[in-house]
């Protein structure tokens, strides 16, 4: 068994044979909706969040709790491991990072438990995940882990296209005419999410157009980066238009890793919506 031991939370979107395979700890955020909370992809789905947004109830979405995190840690420091590294959804988008460090606070000064803010979610946390894991199976220490992880995500980044413009409008990103419209154009809105910061930059009116931008952009992002390029695509409820990307990406880069993932969480779904699809990558 290796010395250190991963929590995340749920948001990275990690299968269940994973987190068995690699002993990861997953601590759920939490969705509330018409004040009745939920634990993210356990007491309820991606499916019937959604559903409840379409239908005009109030759904809200908060971190998990500081107790839940000192939990988990003790239970991996139970089971033998020396060290612990808990990675988090970005602090820009959650407050999951500062109940982390303060389920850390009882382990302070113990060399223990290391908390840190992966500026990212879903497919790129993912992939910065297994980064980490590969370095901690091969002896690395956890300064030199986190190191690794800041360099890698220098070049890594998030993109989605989301289906049509009304999660946008729900979100309060643009008006009601403004949805409407593009609607009725079938515009596909591009956001990037870089560095911890959320951005609408694009919008394509065919998937075509959509994907081509995705590879155009990914190149440019990672030119003159030296190792291998790594892709995770996700979906809500699209499957095939993922594939769809998947086989695009293969074709302009026949040398990297890519692969479709498990579907968002319930409470990324609530910004991204039926239809859509996102990918993550590194270059390690």
Request: with cysteine; charged share 25%.
């Amino acid at each position: 068994m290796r010395k250190i031991g991963f929590v995340v939370d749920s948001t990275f979107c990690l299968s269940e044979e994973f987190v068995k395979e690699q002993n990861i700890q997953v601590v759920p955020l939490n969705i509330i909706i018409d004040e009745k909370t939920y634990r993210d992809n356990i007491d309820i789905s991606l499916y019937e969040v959604i559903d409840a947004s379409h239908a005009g109830k109030k759904v809200t979405t908060s971190q998990p709790s500081p107790l839940l995190y000192e939990e988990a840690y003790q239970a991996l420091l139970d089971k033998g491991y020396q060290q612990v590294i808990c990675m988090t959804i970005s602090s820009t988008l959650s407050g999951t990072y500062q109940s982390a460090v303060i389920g850390a606070e009882e382990f302070e000064g113990k060399n223990k438990v290391f908390v840190h803010d992966s500026l990212t979610t879903t497919a790129e946390a993912e992939l910065l995940l297994n980064v980490a894991i590969e370095l901690a199976d091969q002896g690395k220490t956890v300064t030199e882990i986190l190191e690794r992880i800041k360099e890698v995500k220098k070049t890594s980044g998030i993109l989605m296209s989301i289906k049509d413009l009304d999660s946008l409008f729900r979100g309060g990103r643009l008006s009601k005419i403004q949805a409407i419209i593009g609607n009725l154009l079938h515009i596909k809105p591009i956001v990037e999410y870089w560095q911890g910061k959320t951005a609408l930059i694009d919008k394509k009116r065919t998937d075509q157009k959509v994907f081509e931008y995705f590879i155009d952009y990914i190149e440019k992002k990672i030119e003159g980066v030296k190792g291998k390029l790594k892709v995770f695509v996700t979906h809500i409820n699209a499957l095939e238009r993922a594939q769809q990307l998947k086989e695009a990406l293969m074709v302009k880069f026949p040398q990297a890793l890519v692969k479709v993932v498990k579907e968002v969480t319930p409470v990324l779904a609530i910004h991204v919506s039926y239809g859509g699809v996102a990918l993550g990558w590194v270059v390690d």
